[in-house]
């Protein structure tokens, strides 16, 4: 068992590593030139030099209102998602440049090899490192917190970043909610309540 978890950690520090330098590798804008798909959705890439109103207009917005138009939210659900747009320049953060990012990096899209682990299913673009994190946390990976020490050693993340992980969570919640219904209610209100007190 001790041979095995000590694996396994080099393997997510390994990991960590080696996502720290895909993102750092850079992207031209945040977007891409070509259109996406998020699981079965159409993902907006079109390219902007600004991530707050890229994340609003291109990840945040079309998915509170299909949620919304399914049942998924009530309208204080969507009211609460609309402040915390109204004030993402002020919630996002310092200012990063766009990285070249998975863009759907849950746990089930990381594959474990016996030295570290290989990414599939990427909806890849130009976006904010924190995002790819921030999906980490959001269905659990097996030794994150290695994979952070090593992502902090290649590359520190900026101040705050732990307080902005709901508000980088707030997509895929928005995604979920969209395809799974009122199931995933409850989660997206807690991610924009916690996001607005960032």
């Given at each position: ?29 945040f977007g ?47 009211a ?7 004030r ?94 009122s ?16």
């Amino acid at each position: 068992m001790g041979a095995r978890h000590s694996r396994q950690r080099v393997a997510a520090r390994r990991f960590g590593a080696r996502l720290a330098r895909m993102h750092d590798a850079g992207a031209e804008s945040f977007g891409a030139d070509w259109s996406g798909y998020i699981g079965p959705l159409p993902l907006d890439n079109t390219p902007s030099t600004d991530w707050s109103e890229f994340y609003a207009r291109r990840r945040l917005l079309p998915y509170l209102r299909r949620a919304s138009d399914v049942g998924a939210l009530r309208p204080a659900d969507v009211a609460l998602v609309e402040r915390v747009i109204e004030r993402l320049p002020e919630l996002a953060g310092p200012s990063e440049p766009p990285a070249r990012i998975h863009g759907d990096l849950w746990s089930g899209n990381v594959l474990w090899q016996p030295d570290t682990a290989t990414v599939i299913d990427p909806a890849a673009h130009g976006g904010h490192r924190e995002t790819d994190l921030a999906m980490l946390a959001l269905f659990g990976l097996p030794h994150l917190e290695e994979v952070l020490a090593a992502y902090q050693e290649e590359t520190p993340l900026a101040d705050g970043w732990r307080q902005r992980v709901p508000l980088h969570q707030l997509h895929p919640l928005l995604v979920h909610a969209a395809l799974f219904g009122s199931g995933y209610r409850a989660a997206t209100r807690d991610a924009a309540k916690a996001a607005l007190r960032g």
